[in-house]
T-cell receptor, first 115, second 108 residues
Framework: DAGVTQSPTHLIKTRGQHVTLRCSPI?????VSWYQQVLGQGPQFIFQ???????GRGNFPDRFSARQFPNYSSELNVNALLLGDSALYLC??????????????FGPGTRLLVL | RKEVEQDPGPFNVPEGATVAFNCTYS??????FFWYRQDCRKEPKLLMS???SGNEDGRFTAQLNRASQYISLLIRDSKLSDSATYLC?????????FGTGTSLTVIP
């Protein structure tokens, strides 16, 4: 079975541009979470979606938005890109809404470089 | 204060050594706990969940101390392939909080 897939794998943008990152969860998984990982740090939680509804949001500005589609895939959108948005963006899926002992499985990530 | 704190290391140990990592968390209501492993330029992968009674998986042993709010990971008989960054993860509500990771290099 395919794991979590993300596209694109790498992306270069300039300041002020907009970017859309895509994620397909493991088949049968209904929850998708997005994380930002800058070099030397652990992943930072951005959003969690379950059954197409936002269930959690981290401490990120409104330039970050996301949505989940009926097939449980998800998009992360970032507007007005800043240099500091350069990072690895990770998508994780879980069977149900992440709660006690629910394991998250990560995709390979999208490396975003903002110039 | 950060939700999850880890010593970033690096830990450089010889093959066959035993190494232990600790992690503290700030939210006493945290519900579940995990150790993930992340290789260079790869995504994090689940190493093991951490249960209140402690649990073992081969050479790896995880412990949880709720009273002191810390989690530990013990690796026995280190292998070269254990070289990676180990991330402590705490689930509070609908959010997963990651530590900065502890870097381990096992030296031949």
């Amino acid at each position: 079975d395919a794991g979590v897939t993300q596209s694109p794998t790498h992306l270069i943008k300039t300041r002020g541009q907009h970017v859309t990152l895509r994620c397909s969860p493991i088949s049968g998984h209904k929850s998708v979470s997005w994380y930002q990982q800058v070099l030397g740090q652990g992943p930072q939680f951005i959003f969690q979606y379950y059954e197409k509804e936002e269930r959690g949001r981290g401490n990120f500005p409104d330039r970050f938005s996301a949505r989940q589609f009926p097939n449980y895939s998800s998009e992360l959108n970032v507007n007005a890109l800043l240099l500091g948005d350069s990072a690895l963006y990770l998508c994780a899926s879980s069977l149900n809404s992440p709660n006690q002992q629910e394991t998250q499985y990560f995709g390979p990530g999208t490396r975003l470089l903002v110039l | 204060r950060k939700e999850v704190e880890q010593d970033p290391g690096p830990f450089n140990v010889p093959e066959g050594a035993t190494v232990a990592f600790n992690c503290t968390y700030s939210n006493s209501a945290s519900q579940s706990f995990f150790w993930y492993r992340q290789d260079c330029r790869k995504e994090p992968k689940l190493l093991m969940s951490v249960y209140s009674s402690g649990n073992e998986d081969g050479r790896f042993t995880a412990q949880l101390n709720r009273a002191s709010q810390y989690i530990s990971l013990l690796i026995r008989d280190s292998k070269l392939s254990d070289s990676a960054t180990y991330l402590c993860v705490v689930n509070s509500g609908n959010q997963f909080y990651f530590g900065t990771g502890t870097s381990l290099t096992v030296i031949p």
